[in-house]
């Protein structure tokens, strides 16, 4: 009587026995006690051994798996509906959609509520969700399998053609991706398709989420996006959903020109509801927190105030992520909600638990992939100090990199960070301007007990930064370095800041008093004085202003101002008399902003706003140097200027300058 081919699998795993003084255990495994005992096929059985359970978007092993909530994500969820039914004309010869965003854009919410929705109306083949800290589902080893058994489960003639094709490859899930791909699903469909109803041909969905998580290597992220647009050609039968941040990597894989014609991409990014959505969805779950807390009655009156709802949409920025954590953290059972969202906006200290631990593992998370953490950190540092007026070439400048070295390094950084072309910042087409596309990943980074090891002081850089952008321009005339404005940023930005700063020692340093009294600053003063170079006159006029803000921090600092505001007056008396002796404007601007006693006001708006005679100077440094003082809080920064000027001045010399100036105010009103 002759044996069948195939032997069901040996009923004693002895492998792992334990032997001692002649006896032993003997144990079965899970799969193999469920063979015995279900009758499947063999082939059935190995299936369901290299099956991810947790990549299921209903498995029960995933712990509140994210959703959109009701109302939220409504065009993207129709355009994705649309677009698998066929009925979406602009999409419907595309078969595959790529759903991109940054971290906690809500990608997972979208696709699982797209599954759960093609689940209910049975259009759904399988799903896929990858995560980086799952070693079941980090890499592509199950993906297949998992893939299969859903679709065996929707289709019973599926299970038996998939069962075959292991049973006659046991080695299969050895095999390459591809090779799996094509023996475990697209085959086994080819050989049910025929035998479908009509109505069974409507495109089946599979959807893939997550797929920068899928940490095994970029490669076989590619390979995964190859496998699929293959399989689009070959079984038109299937649409894939494909759910993940914008890696450079991946932008480069799907831009590929095998890819471009079969794809449609959704940015969410892009998505101007994302604000409403999130408010939408704050305003619901507030509602909920008042009337089913366990400590609803000791909520205030009115709560949250509308501002607070206001400021959290804005941190949000377009990210679901932060919203559902501060949610999660306020509705905790553990503590009163408004104490809760108190501590969320540091008017109290935090519990134990802390608000963002979550949101604060993510960045941590994306963060610590970097090859070269510490430049990156630092990169981050001036990203999330002066945000996007930040170019990539005036961060190398500050960094002291190479040209080019800030893209690379924040390749893989897509999902936090993006890059884009600002023409009316940057006059450089290779500097382009750079921003966070979260504004929490500014509390982040600078609050030492979220960060950890993370953490950088960011006075500290910002300090570090100013010295350099003195040093830079420094050498500005003999090197001919090409900036954009926003080099200017950290001399910018703490001059902003000055009326939340209540110690400006704070605001200087050895370092930066060091580069300051150094700066050539007549011979940086000459070709501004008789000329307009945009850049280099608003550096100049920040940087005299700096000074003036500093001066009275110590004696170091009052030096170096005084020292500089001499040269600088020095510098515009020369050039008066050496190139504009018998220029009327130049001697009427100069007695206005270096010799009148109260030079803090501007010219009449009609001088030196309208009138075309006088606005080519009052647009120069001298206009920009001066002007300062009107931006200053307590008005008397600069007041050195006039008195210096006029030790300068002898005598005669200064009524010559008043006879000039006046000469041109009378030919002003007579003309």
Same mark, same amino acid.
């Given at each position: 009587?002759s044996?069948?081919?195939?032997?069901?699998p040996?009923l004693?795993?002895?492998?792992h026995?334990?032997v001692?003084?002649?006896?032993?255990?003997?144990q079965?495994?899970?799969?193999?006690?469920?063979?015995?005992?279900?009758?499947e096929r063999?082939?059935?059985?190995?299936?369901?051994?290299?099956?991810?359970?947790?990549a299921?978007?209903?498995s029960r092993?995933?712990?509140?798996?994210?959703?959109?909530? =009701? +109302?939220?994500?409504?065009?993207i969820?129709e355009?994705?509906v649309?677009?698998?039914?066929?009925?979406?004309?602009?999409?419907?010869?595309?078969?595959?959609?790529?759903?991109?965003?940054?971290?906690?854009?809500g990608k997972s919410?979208i696709?699982?509520?797209v599954?759960?929705?093609?689940?209910?109306?049975?259009l759904?083949?399988g799903?896929?969700?990858?995560?980086?800290?799952?070693p079941t589902? +980090?890499?592509?080893?199950?993906?297949?399998?998992?893939l299969s058994?859903?679709?065996s489960i929707?289709f019973?003639?599926?299970r038996?053609?998939?069962?075959?094709?292991?049973?006659?490859?046991?080695?299969?899930?050895d095999?390459?991706?591809?090779t799996q791909?094509?023996?475990?699903?697209l085959?086994?469909?080819?050989?049910?398709?025929p035998?479908?109803s009509?109505?069974?041909?409507? =495109?089946r969905?599979?959807?893939?989420d997550g797929?920068?998580e899928?940490?095994a290597?970029?490669d076989?992220?590619?390979?995964l996006?190859?496998t699929?647009?293959?399989?689009?050609?070959?079984?038109?039968f299937i649409r894939?959903?494909?759910?993940s941040?914008?890696e450079?990597?991946?932008?480069s894989t799907?831009g590929?020109?095998?890819m471009?014609?079969?794809l449609?991409?959704?940015?969410?990014?892009d998505?101007?509801?994302?604000?409403?959505?999130?408010r939408l969805?704050l305003?619901d779950?507030?509602?909920? #927190?008042r009337?089913?807390?366990?400590?609803?009655?000791?909520?205030?009156?009115?709560?949250p105030?509308p501002?607070?709802?206001? +400021?959290?949409?804005?941190? @949000?920025s377009g990210?679901?992520?932060?919203a559902?954590?501060?949610?999660?953290?306020?509705e905790s059972?553990?503590?009163?909600?408004?104490q809760?969202?108190?501590?969320?906006?540091?008017?109290?200290p935090?519990f134990?638990d802390?608000?963002?631990?979550e949101?604060?593992?993510?960045?941590?998370?994306i963060?610590?992939?970097?090859?070269n953490?510490?430049m990156?950190?630092?990169?981050?540092? #001036?990203?999330v100090?002066?945000?996007?007026?930040?170019?990539?070439?005036?961060i190398?400048?500050?960094l002291?990199?190479?040209?080019?070295d800030v893209?690379?390094?924040?390749?893989?950084?897509?999902?936090?960070?993006t890059?884009?072309?600002?023409?009316?910042?940057?006059?450089?087409d290779?500097?382009m @301007?750079v921003?966070?596309?979260?504004?929490?990943?500014a509390?982040?980074?600078?609050?030492?007990?979220?960060?950890?090891?993370l953490?950088?002081?960011?006075s500290?850089?910002r300090?570090l930064?100013?010295?350099r952008?003195?040093?830079?321009f420094?050498?500005?005339?003999?090197?001919e370095?090409?900036v954009?404005y926003?080099?200017?940023?950290?001399i910018?930005?703490?001059?902003?800041?000055?009326?939340?700063c209540?110690?400006?020692?704070?605001?200087?340093?050895?370092?930066?008093?060091q580069?300051?009294?150094?700066?050539?600053?007549?011979e940086f003063s000459?070709?501004?004085?008789?000329?307009?170079v945009?850049i280099?006159?608003?550096?100049f006029?920040g940087?005299?202003?700096y000074?003036?803000?500093?001066?009275?921090?110590?004696?170091?600092?009052?030096?170096?101002?005084?020292e500089?505001?001499?040269?600088?007056?020095?510098?515009?008396?020369?050039?008066?008399e050496?190139h504009?002796?018998?220029?009327?404007?130049?001697?009427?601007?100069?007695?206005?902003?270096?010799?009148l006693?109260?030079s803090?006001?501007r010219?009449?708006?009609?001088?030196?706003?309208?009138?075309w005679?006088?606005?080519?100077f009052t +647009?120069?440094i001298?206009?920009?140097?001066? @002007?300062?003082?009107?931006r200053i809080p307590?008005g008397?920064?600069?007041d050195?200027i006039?008195?210096?000027s006029?030790?300068?001045?002898?005598?005669?010399?200064?009524?010559?300058i008043?006879?000039?100036?006046a000469?041109?105010c009378i030919?002003?009103?007579?003309?």
């Open positions: 009587m044996q069948s081919r195939t032997q069901p040996p004693l795993n002895l492998s026995s334990i001692a003084g002649g006896t032993f255990t003997i079965h495994t899970v799969d193999q006690r469920q063979y015995i005992h279900s009758g063999p082939g059935y059985t190995r299936l369901l051994e290299n099956v991810a359970p947790t299921l978007h209903d092993h995933v712990v509140d798996p994210p959703k959109c909530h =009701p +109302n939220t994500r409504v065009a969820l355009s994705v649309g677009w698998k039914l066929g009925v979406d004309e602009e999409m419907n010869d595309k078969p595959m959609i790529w759903l991109k965003g940054g971290a906690g854009a919410a696709a699982r509520s599954a759960e929705r093609c689940s209910e109306e049975g759904l083949l799903t896929f969700f990858f995560g980086a800290a799952d589902r +980090n890499h592509v080893g199950k993906l297949v399998a998992t058994y859903q679709i929707i019973p003639a599926f038996d053609a998939v069962s075959t094709s292991v049973e006659e490859d046991p080695m299969i899930f095999r390459s991706l591809r791909f094509t023996n475990l699903l085959r086994p469909l080819s050989i049910i398709l035998n479908l009509g109505t069974k041909k409507i =495109p969905l599979i959807i893939i797929l920068d899928c940490s290597s970029i076989s992220q590619r390979d996006l190859f699929l647009q293959e399989a689009t050609v070959t079984t038109p894939f959903l494909v759910c941040r914008p450079n990597h991946l932008n799907f590929l020109p095998r471009t014609h079969i449609q991409t959704i940015f969410l990014d998505d101007i509801s994302a604000e409403e959505d999130i969805f305003e779950k507030f509602k909920e #927190i009337e089913d807390h366990i400590f609803k009655h000791t909520l205030p009156t009115a709560w105030r501002e607070m709802v206001d +400021n959290l949409v804005s941190k @949000s990210q679901f992520i932060y559902a954590t501060v949610v999660k953290y306020v059972p553990k503590h009163r909600p408004h809760c969202l108190d501590a969320v906006f540091q008017l109290r935090a134990k802390l608000p963002f631990k949101l604060d593992a993510l960045y941590r998370h963060i610590s992939q970097s090859d953490l510490p990156v950190l630092d990169i981050l540092g #001036i990203i100090l002066y945000g996007e007026v930040m170019g990539t070439c005036d190398e400048m500050m002291q990199l190479e040209q080019g893209e690379v390094m924040l390749a893989d950084f897509h999902s936090i960070i890059l884009f072309q600002d023409n009316d910042l940057h006059w450089n290779s500097n @301007s921003m966070s596309l979260h504004k929490s990943l509390d982040f980074l600078s609050e030492a007990q979220r960060a950890g090891d953490y950088r002081d960011i500290a850089s300090l930064h100013i010295s952008v003195i040093s830079i420094s050498g500005r005339r003999e090197q370095i090409e954009s926003s080099i200017i940023s950290p910018d930005h703490i001059l902003k800041q000055r009326a939340d209540n110690n400006a020692n704070l605001c200087t340093s050895s370092d930066i008093l580069v300051a009294r150094q700066f050539p600053i007549a000459k070709p501004l004085l008789t000329g307009h945009r280099d006159q608003y550096f006029g940087f005299l202003h000074l003036g803000f500093v001066k009275y921090t110590s004696e170091a600092a009052q030096s170096v101002y005084l500089q505001v001499r040269k600088y007056c020095e510098c515009v008396l020369s050039v008066l050496d504009l002796a018998d220029d009327w404007k130049a001697h009427f601007v100069f007695a206005y902003y270096h010799l006693p109260d803090r006001h010219l009449p708006y009609r001088l030196s706003y309208r009138h005679r006088i606005h080519w +647009n120069t001298w206009g920009e140097t001066m @002007s300062v003082l009107d307590d008397d920064n600069l050195e006039p008195q210096i006029h030790d300068l001045t002898e005598d005669i010399k200064q009524k010559k008043f006879a000039l100036a000469s041109f030919d002003f009103l007579c003309d």
